[in-house]
Structures are given as structure tokens and as C-alpha cells.
């Protein structure tokens, strides 16, 4: 009994000796990694075959987003504004000819009703500007928000006029969208019509 138990432990021995390859300082090849300097895209599956190198590709054009601003209040252009609108008439955006939003707003000096025709007033006198310029009236729309979405705090904490939040109040949000407005389709002519 004892002579069959030595039988069965040697091989197991054995095979528990082989395993153990800590002192052996030679790696397996199938182990060793691809040399540091390989830098083209080869096929983990064939490394043979090449893979295409990636085309470069153009960032996509977002909407161009400005700010006119009125800081002295009033409705009139001044040279400062009229130079921001005449950057805006260079950019991309506007030259391929997208919608253009025109969203004005002012300080809450004043009383609703009154801040939301100045407000037009604004966006108006920027969109006569551009139209001026050649850029056709229907890719324009003016939106009139008053004294409803300020940037900065109209008022200091006690409740005094806070200046320098007025004046930047009192804008025009410009937006250009990238791609041009699409007219509605003509609807198909009925039966009978030619």
C-alpha cells in the first residue's frame, strides 16, 4: 500500500517541478511582446495584412453664437457694435447662408411692456443692419425677451443698481445656424390639375 501511494505522488511531483520556472530566465516566445518601435496599424488576427490608416477628418461646424451689446442703453448702433456685427458678417456661418436668430434684451430699469419694445427696438435696428448688408430679411428672426433672461444680477444684494450687470444686460444674442432653412415642399397638385 505504501509502494502504490510513493508511485502516485512521484508523478505528481514531477509535474509540480515542472510548473515551477522561477529561476528560468528565458520567456517563451509566444509570450514575448511586439517590439517597442512597431508604430503602423497591423491586424491583431493577421499580422500580415495592414490596416488603412484613419482619414483625417474637419471638425463639424457648430452655430456661431455673438453678443451685441448696448451698454449705454438706448436702440441706436454705435461704432463698438457695428464693429461686432461687421466680424459677424465674415464668419462661415454667415456666409453659407443659415437662419439667424436675433434674441434682445435689456435691464430691468424701466416697466415690462416698456423693456420688451426697447428690446425689440434692438433686435430690429441689428437685423436692419445685416439686411443693409445683403443678408435677405427671411433668414432673420427677431425675439423680444425684455427684462426676463439677464446674465448678470440687475440689482446688489441691497437692491441697489448693480451697474456693471445692467450694462451687460442690455444686448442682442446673435445665433447663426450652419445649415440653411429649407422651404416647406409645394403641396402635390390635386386630381385634375395640371
Known amino acids: 500500500m505504501q509502494l502504490s501511494r510513493s508511485l502516485l505522488l512521484l508523478p505528481l511531483t514531477a509535474a509540480l517541478a515542472a510548473c515551477d520556472r522561477s529561476g528560468d530566465e528565458t520567456p517563451n516566445a509566444a509570450m514575448t511582446p511586439p517590439p517597442a518601435e512597431q508604430t503602423e496599424a497591423v491586424s491583431i488576427m493577421r499580422p500580415d495584412i495592414e490596416l488603412p490608416e484613419p482619414e483625417p477628418t474637419e471638425p463639424a461646424l457648430t452655430p456661431f453664437r455673438a453678443i451685441v451689446a448696448f451698454p449705454e442703453g438706448g436702440t441706436k448702433l454705435t461704432g463698438e457694435t457695428k464693429a461686432v ?88 444674442e446673435v445665433e447663426i445656424g450652419v445649415e440653411p432653412e429649407t422651404a416647406e415642399p409645394a403641396a402635390p397638385p390635386e386630381a385634375g390639375e395640371d
Open 85 to 172: 456685427l461687421d466680424r459677424i458678417m465674415k464668419t462661415e456661418q454667415m456666409e453659407l447662408g443659415g437662419p439667424i436668430t436675433l434674441r434682445s434684451h435689456t435691464d430691468s430699469a424701466g416697466g415690462d411692456e416698456t423693456n420688451l419694445d426697447v428690446s425689440e427696438e434692438r433686435g430690429l435696428a441689428v437685423a436692419e443692419w445685416l439686411i443693409e448688408r445683403g443678408v435677405n430679411p427671411d433668414r432673420i428672426t427677431v425675439i423680444p425677451l425684455g427684462e426676463q433672461n439677464p446674465i448678470q444680477p440687475n440689482a446688489n444684494p441691497d437692491g441697489s443698481p448693480f451697474a456693471r450687470g445692467r450694462a451687460a444686460n442690455r444686448r442682442v
